[in-house]
Each structure stands twice: as C-alpha cells, then as structure tokens.
Antibody, heavy 113, light 110 residues
C-alpha cells in the first residue's frame, strides 16, 4: 500500500526557516518523481514544487522560487522541502504527492509572530 | 500560471446529477490528457475522484465521471448523495513538470 507521511510542520516566525519531510513507503521511491502541494486556510490548492527521480531536475512555483528548496534521499525514501524566508502567506497545509493519485495527509505550517 | 476556472458553487437534490466545469487554456487542459479531480470535506485531505481526465481510482463510486472537450474539463456526479456535499478541485498538468489547480467548487446537496 502506497503511504506518504509528512512531518516537520509547526509555528515559525516571519523570516524563519523550516524543513518538511515526507516518508514514502509501499512503492519504489527512487522510480517516481515527487511534488509538494499546499493549501492555505480556507483557500484552494496550489502546486509548490517538483523533483525528478534522481533529484537533478527541480521546478518551483513563482511564489516560492528562491526561498524554498526541494530535495530527496532515495536511500532513505524521504522527500524534503526546505523553506526559508518564510512569510505569513506561506501559512498552509503542505502535502507531498507522488502523482495525481497518491497524496499524504499533510502537515500544517503556520508563519506568525 | 493562471488558475483554472471553476464555478464557485453548484447544487442539486438527492438523486439528481450535477456537473462541475473546469476551464483552462491550450497550455494546460487542452494540451494534455492529465486532468484530475479532488473531493475535500472540511478538515480533511483532498481525495482523488478522477485522474487522467476520466479514470476512476479503485473505491470511487461510478457515480463520478470525468470528461474533457477542448480547454474545458468536467466532473459529473450522478445520483447525488448527501455525502457528496464537499469542495471539489480540478487540476491539470501545465507542462514543465508543473500543475495548475482550479479555485474550487462547493457542491451543496439540497
């Protein structure tokens, strides 16, 4: 059974940093590209970032480009999202997604002073 | 990328059919057969109902169906049930490994 479990969310002050993790199981992690998607409270879904199977191809939404970094550790079946220079508008539930079908349950990031 | 356009709300009585539209451009909906639909109940994670325009994951009732014509994709819920009341989001591949979502549609069962 495919499972994606996010962790690392929490409360952080504006300008601060946070690293999210997504533990993957139930499939050969290194064979699949991965994504992060987020949803601000009461708002719609927003694609955030993509990483290829080897980690060499990286893509970001304009709203996070230059502040967020996606990475992966295929040996540990882990996906990461390093978030720097956080802003109030980054407050959201962050989901890792293997593809259109398999998503995690999300982790909440709150950016507030 | 600009968000896909969905109606803010649709409603129907139990047993009726409702259709939610999702309008994009030649760069997303009309350019690829990778449209998916998500159902989200309050406080819950999104759940995929349709992927690749018209495919249903196992466990999703066949009351849910998807289609696409040009730059507009559609989700139809036939035989509307009380538990179908939720927010629905469409999503399309938009090239260069990016996705774009619609703003969401609230489905109300009268």
């Amino acid at each position: 059974e495919v499972q994606l479990v996010e962790s690392g969310g929490g409360l952080v002050r504006p300008g601060g940093s946070l690293r999210l993790s997504c533990a993957a199981s139930g499939f050969t992690f290194s064979y699949f590209s991965m994504n992060w998607v987020r949803q601000a409270p009461g708002k719609g879904l927003e694609w955030v970032s993509f990483i290829s199977t080897s980690g060499t191809d990286l893509y970001y939404a304009d709203s996070v480009k230059g502040r967020f970094t996606i990475s992966r550790d295929n040996a540990k079946n882990l996906l990461y999202l390093q978030m720097n220079s956080l802003r109030a508008e980054d407050t959201a539930v962050y989901y890792c997604a293997r593809d259109a079908v398999f998503w995690g349950q999300g982790t909440l990031v709150t950016v507030s002073s | 990328q600009s968000a896909l356009t969905q109606p803010r709300s649709v409603s129907g009585s139990p047993g009726q059919s409702v259709t939610i539209s999702c309008t994009g451009t030649s760069s997303d909906v009309d350019g690829y057969n990778y449209v998916s639909w998500y159902q989200q109940h309050p406080g819950k994670a999104p759940k995929v109902m349709i992927y690749d325009v018209s495919k249903r994951p196992s466990g999703v009732p066949d009351r849910f169906s998807g289609s696409k014509s040009g730059n507009t994709a559609s989700l139809t819920i036939s035989g509307l049930q009380a538990e179908d009341e939720a927010d629905y989001y469409c999503c399309s591949y938009a090239g260069s490994f990016t996705w774009v979502f619609g703003g969401g549609t609230k489905v109300t069962v009268l």
